[in-house]
């Protein structure tokens, strides 16, 4: 599996976008990119994934560079609710490999 | 639907000790996986199913076992309790979905275990 480079924490002002980087330079043709995050003493939770173009939920968007070796969460307006940490997992098949994620403080 | 539910929630061993952590899910998914937590650190795969009969190690499956009967359970056992072994275990389920065949993972709430 691809290995992950992401920031270690970020902040962010509430009603803010927020854009939270990813590098899977590893990464192979059929991963898929998945990022989920983890709100405080609970399992992680889906927010979005993709695989080549640019994804949009209700959660979030998901905007992959061309090239595939990087991708970024965007949280379009920042609530205390997201205050959480993010993980991006590149891959393919059923077995995730979660790194250390970004750990986002969401400031009143 | 209940989703992933995990039991204990919370569960002081002692060393030595053996126990079995509980997992269920009522969402018909075949695949299952078990995970461990270590305090600022990510989560590790202890040991996953692909279905009911089969299971497989993942990347931190020593001093574990598993098993799986059914679709909906998915039991995890310690044997010999560890120091090591202390941390937060989290259950997880997923299916194949979407026209590109990807797996989404729906977790359980997590048993917070401490070895002494």
């Known amino acids: 599996d691809a290995k992950t480079t992401q920031p270690n924490s970020m902040e962010s002002n509430e009603e803010e976008p927020v854009h939270l980087p990813c590098n899977h330079s590893?990464?192979?043709?059929?991963?898929?990119i998945h990022w989920y995050r983890q709100l405080p003493s609970q399992g992680p939770e889906y927010v979005i994934h993709?695989?080549?173009s640019n994804v949009n939920n209700r959660m979030a968007s998901l905007a992959i560079a061309e090239d595939r070796k990087s991708s970024t969460l965007i949280l379009h307006r920042a609530t205390l609710r997201d205050a959480a940490v993010y993980y991006c997992?590149?891959?393919?098949?059923?077995?995730?490999?979660f790194g250390t994620g970004t750990s986002l403080t969401v400031i009143p | 639907n209940a989703g992933v539910t995990q039991t204990p929630k919370f569960r002081i061993l002692k060393i030595g000790q053996s126990m079995t952590l509980q997992c269920a899910q009522d969402m018909n998914h075949n695949y299952m996986y078990w995970y461990r937590q270590d305090p600022g650190m990510g989560l590790k795969l202890i040991y996953y199913s692909v279905g009911a009969g089969i299971t497989d190690k993942g990347e931190v499956p020593n001093g574990y076992n598993v098993s799986r009967s059914t679709t909906e359970d998915f039991p995890l056992r310690l044997e010999l309790a560890a120091p090591s072994q202390t941390s937060v275990y989290f259950c997880?389920?997923?299916?194949?979905?979407?026209?590109?065949?990807?797996?989404?993972?729906?977790f359980g709430p997590g048993t917070r275990l401490t070895v002494t």
């Open positions: 997992i590149p891959n393919t098949g059923n077995q995730f490999y």
């Open positions: 590893t990464i192979s043709g059929t991963d898929y």
């Open positions: 997880a389920s997923s299916i194949i979905a979407g026209r590109n065949q990807y797996y989404e993972q729906y």
């Open positions: 993709g695989l080549t």
